[in-house]
């Protein structure tokens, strides 16, 4: 388990880098990540390679010696590829300009933050969330305020009362993430357009985690085979920035390729900020991403059925009576609750050892997270079949 780090007072470190919080879920990633015969379902990727079509091309980036500093903003088709894709998904043009390639979705997220909020500021959270968004605040200078959402037999929801309640002089944005890690809830229309309401109201900025957007699974959510997105409702002069990456729809985690969406009155900003961050992404990534976009549908619908089949295998684990588990509406997780848990942290590292399983535990994603788990289930079949059995039959031992 994680030990603390004592860091030495003469260093006189940035409490912003000093205090950056660590994550709970990488610490049990590191614990179990070299056992024998583990079923590693702890961080949110498949366990398909990238595919071929999409390597080829990099490989031919390189062959051909694009190996040199490029457009701070992307390539040129990069950012026109994304537009069409966004027109073929949302039915509407979009303009290029809109579109910044940075080096995966954390960069982006950091850019935001950057943009928008600083020392003194605060960012409003609805929990539990993917830890990274209060990290990225934090080492910003700003506050994260988680603000916890509510969960019954139905799965969870939405506090708008806590959420505007929770809105100051200071806030500065809202973080929404639909559909959620973890929680798997969807925003639907009438959702996006409260939230919308009410940052219009307080002028404050959205930032907007799509990233999960093509996997949905309520009928009543679903709109033209995706899930509900604040493009459906926004207008052009609305102050929202959506985060983005191609590491979840196209098996890409390893190649950190991602990009930040913004008005494209904000580009200059954006570009400077990335030159400071990384100087841009490289080429080659940037011609394998193209491809992904281009030539990757049948491998994203591939990725959609297989996280489905996955879905319907998980939620047998509430067979054990030992858990809560309201079927989630998006994403590739199941956070389910354990009865009668007190340390899901305590119950994340006893599976690894005493059922070969790795989950993420539910503490790592705030507090509104303590008592759960995080299960990612965009995984091969005969795995998930197997690491339900094998935590059903732990779970009467851990929770004893």
Excluded at 103 to 115: C, E, L, T
Excluded at 256 to 285: D, K, M
């Amino acid at each position: 388990m994680n030990a603390s780090v004592s860091i030495p007072s003469v260093m006189n470190l940035r409490p912003e880098a000093e205090l950056a919080p660590t994550s709970g879920i990488v610490d049990v990633f590191n614990y179990g990540r070299n056992r024998q015969g583990i079923i590693p379902l702890w961080v949110g990727e498949g366990h398909l390679p990238t595919p071929s079509f999409i390597c080829d091309a990099a490989a031919r980036s390189l062959a051909a010696g694009e190996t040199f500093y490029t457009y701070q903003r992307g390539i040129p088709e990069l950012r026109q590829a994304l537009a069409s894709y966004h027109e073929r998904l949302y039915g509407a043009p979009v303009d290029p300009e809109r579109f910044f390639v940075t080096s995966g979705g954390m960069p982006a997220i950091q850019i935001a933050m950057r943009m928008i909020a600083g020392v003194g500021d605060e960012v409003l959270i609805s929990t539990p969330a993917w830890p990274n968004f209060g990290g990225a605040i934090s080492i910003s200078g700003a506050r994260p305020v988680g603000v916890p959402m509510n969960f019954d037999q139905r799965g969870w929801s939405l506090d708008f009362e806590r959420l505007e309640q929770a809105i100051t002089p200071r806030t500065r944005a809202i973080v929404i993430n639909s559909p959620a890690n973890p929680t798997g809830w969807t925003a639907s229309h009438d959702d996006l357009r409260a939230i919308l309401d009410l940052a219009r109201k307080h002028g404050i900025w959205i930032v907007a985690d799509e990233i999960y957007g093509r996997f949905i699974y309520d009928p009543t959510l679903t709109v033209d085979g995706r899930a509900p997105s604040f493009r459906d409702v926004m207008t052009p002069e609305d102050r929202i920035l959506f985060i983005q990456t191609f590491s979840k729809n196209w098996a890409m985690t390893g190649w950190r390729i991602g990009w930040l969406e913004a008005p494209p009155a904000l580009g200059q900003i954006i570009e400077n900020l990335i030159q400071y961050q990384s100087s841009g992404t490289p080429v080659f990534s940037q011609r394998a991403a193209v491809a992904a976009l281009e030539q990757g549908e049948d491998f994203v619908a591939m990725q959609i059925a297989n996280a489905r089949t996955g879905r319907d295998i998980v939620g047998h684990l509430a067979e054990t009576g030992l858990v809560d588990l309201p079927p989630p509406s998006g994403a590739f997780y199941s956070f389910f609750r354990i009865r009668g848990a007190r340390n899901s942290n305590e119950i994340a590292f006893r599976l690894v050892d005493e059922a070969n399983v790795g989950l993420a535990p539910g503490s790592a994603f705030g507090e509104a997270g303590e008592g759960y788990l995080r299960l990612c289930y965009a995984r091969r079949a005969e795995d998930l079949e197997e690491a339900v059995r094998r935590i059903s039959a732990a779970l009467p031992k851990l929770v004893a």
